[in-house]
């Protein structure tokens, strides 16, 4: 059950790492289409911020709490 709880708090920070990395591809290959956004450096500088935030959560979990066969 461990290992199970563990693979899914992993799955779901990369699924939000991938949401927040397609999104800033959105900026960067269409920067003129995202109208509520008219700073899309800002925009940009955010979802990487949430993206750092997950992937520090995956790197924490990965050292203080690893799978044997991970």
């Known amino acids: ?3 199970r709880i563990l693979e899914a708090l992993k799955s779901h920070a990369k699924g939000h790492i991938d ?3 397609a999104n800033i ?3 960067l290959n269409n920067p003129v289409g995202v109208g509520e956004h008219p700073d ?3 925009a940009i500088e955010q979802e ?3 993206v750092a935030e997950y992937q520090d959560q995956i790197e924490l979990l990965n050292h203080y709490f ?3 066969n991970d």
Do not use: D, S
């Open 1 to 3: 059950m461990r290992e």
């Open 19 to 21: 949401k927040h990395l």
């Open 25 to 27: 591809e959105v900026y």
């Open 40 to 42: 899309i450096l800002e």
């Open 48 to 50: 990487l911020k949430i």
């Open 66 to 68: 690893p799978i044997k």
